[in-house]
């Protein structure tokens, strides 16, 4: 040892070796036991030996890090604050090689990324639409109008009923909405979550429950009799007892009928009615009573309380599992998770909850945060191959596409504005003010190629035009009547645009060209 080396460096140590092989380890990346051999002219096996030992203690973490280890099948060795480093390094450099892209690139991803424009098809589309949209609530009326078939091409009410039925979906209430509509969620029968609203006790509701709770399904007539009674309540009141049930989240059917049935009498958003089963032998069967006129022998029960009803899960489920099943669920559905999609679907915990989860999920690289979309804010996160799809969507001029316009509900997921994108100015020439753009059950977006066109209030009477292209309006107008055509709404009567009566503004030509008929109200396009 040369001179003027301090005594501190001297002085003997009780295992120099793994002192050795601690310091190589903490100012070195992965690295391999022949690595630390030849630094300190070793054999492997006495270095292996102290680092399976530093690895046992906590001090090393083993594995495959680096590409080339993983294909030569060699076992790499790193001190866990390096790997720290090395982690949030890497995640920084990634975001720092995504360039943002503008809004209306994100408002013209979203829609694509949800099948809008029925790219998905029959059963299993119907099935994949729903696995995306999972616990997202939205108007009863709204799923089979405006949904489901502007994901699924050729979409069907069977389709939905026949998943129900086969227990692959199952639906559920979140609360009523003006009429006979409310909100409704449809889940994969997986992802069902518990409930969380109490029952007052000693009512209708509270006997039907504790008859549903545990005893698989029963049809109208079967519930009736079972609740034990010397007179069995009457219909209505039964009835009114399940879709009290149903809006609270405890209830819910074995098909989407009685839901079909309930909004077709004055849902928010009006479609044209299916029309009923044929009975080919229709035997007499004894008419529904009140009080004292003798027993009931048939099994039908109202048309809004058809179909077999049962008990939602009702024990709460693991409370990180619901936190990481809902965070993927908003990662799949919006491809890029921002502040304003989680609190417009108002999740539980709001997004401190979230962002607590993607943190966590971006730390094991399931997905990335960073500034994707401008003017969203820093707190963005998506899957790393959601960004190049997203990039995809990126127009290098403004002139109009001559891609087909979408009418969505306010409330889809897939429509932006009002959530994560805020609603764009009104024209200059738009003299309404008792009219604001919202989401809101019932009105209707039109979108085209990123831009928001037009917002319909709910009934369709009042639109309020954020585009004056002509382009975009011709588009939005074809949009409109191919709506109505297709039966998916029932008529649409526009009485005024801008504050101003429609046959008065430049909307009144495309809108006649696209079908629409003039009235003494307005223009008018019927299915």
Not at 64 to 71: D, I, N, T, V, Y
Not at 111 to 128: E, F, H, K, N
Not at 354 to 362: A, D, W
Request: net charge neutral; proline share 7%; glycine share 10%.
């Amino acid at each position: 040892v040369p001179l003027g080396v301090a005594a501190a460096h001297l002085e003997s140590v009780a295992d120099p070796l793994t002192d050795l092989v601690s310091r190589f380890a903490r100012t070195h990346g992965p690295f391999t036991a022949a690595d630390v051999a030849e630094r300190w002219g070793l054999g492997t096996a006495v270095t292996t030996q102290v680092l399976r030992r530093l690895a046992r203690d906590g001090r090393l973490t083993e594995g495959e890090f680096l590409p080339a280890a993983g294909a030569a099948d060699l076992t790499e060795w790193v001190e866990p604050g390096v790997l720290r480093r090395l982690r949030s390094r890497s995640l920084a450099a990634a975001r720092e090689q995504v360039e943002p892209v503008d809004t209306t690139a994100f408002a013209s991803f979203l829609p694509s990324w949800q099948g809008v424009g029925g790219s998905l098809r029959g059963t299993d589309g119907v099935l994949a639409a729903v696995d995306q949209l999972a616990g997202v609530a939205l108007p009863a009326s709204a799923w089979e109008s405006l949904v489901l078939p502007a994901r699924v091409r050729d979409y069907q009410p069977a389709m939905l009923d026949e998943l129900t039925s086969a227990g692959e979906i199952v639906w559920s209430g979140a609360g009523t909405l003006a009429g006979n509509d409310g909100w409704v969620q449809l889940h994969p029968a997986d992802l069902v979550l518990a409930r969380t609203q109490p029952v007052e006790p000693d009512t209708l509701e509270a006997r039907a429950l504790a008859a549903l709770d545990g005893s698989g399904a029963f049809l109208f007539r079967q519930l009736s009799t079972s609740l034990g009674d010397d007179e069995p309540p009457l219909d209505a009141d039964l009835a009114a007892a399940l879709w009290n049930l149903v809006w609270a989240g405890h209830v819910s059917n074995d098909t989407y009928a009685p839901v079909r049935t309930l909004v077709g009498r004055g849902g928010t958003h009006r479609s044209t009615r299916p029309p009923p089963r044929a009975r080919l032998h229709r035997a007499p069967r004894m008419q529904g009573h009140s009080r004292g006129s003798g027993p009931r022998t048939a099994l039908q029960g109202p048309p809004t309380a058809s179909g077999r009803w049962f008990a939602l899960g009702s024990e709460p489920g693991d409370p990180t599992a619901d936190r990481l099943a809902r965070t993927e669920a908003l990662l799949g559905r919006y491809g890029v998770v921002t502040r304003g999609s989680v609190m417009a679907e108002q999740t539980p915990g709001g997004f401190a909850a979230v962002y607590r989860v993607l943190r966590e999920l971006e730390n094991t690289g399931a997905c990335l945060r960073g500034y994707f979309v401008e003017s969203l804010g820093a707190a963005q996160f998506a899957a790393p191959s959601t960004i190049d799809r997203l990039r995809g969507h990126l127009r290098h001029d403004d002139a109009p596409s001559t891609e087909s316009a979408v009418v969505l509900a306010a409330t889809d997921p897939a429509q932006p504005f009002g959530a994560a994108l805020p609603w764009p100015d009104r024209l200059p020439e738009d003299t309404s003010t008792k009219h604001r753009p919202a989401r809101k059950a019932g009105a209707m977006a039109v979108l085209h190629d990123g831009r928001p066109v037009a917002y319909l209030e709910r009934g369709g009477k009042t639109l309020i035009a954020f585009d004056e292209d002509p382009v975009r309006i011709a588009a939005a107008a074809a949009a409109l009547a191919a709506l109505v055509r297709s039966r998916r709404i029932a008529r649409l009567t526009i009485e005024t645009i801008g504050g101003r009566p429609a046959l008065e503004t430049s909307w009144a030509g495309p809108l006649r060209e696209a079908g629409f008929d003039r009235t003494p109200k307005g223009l008018r396009a019927d299915a």
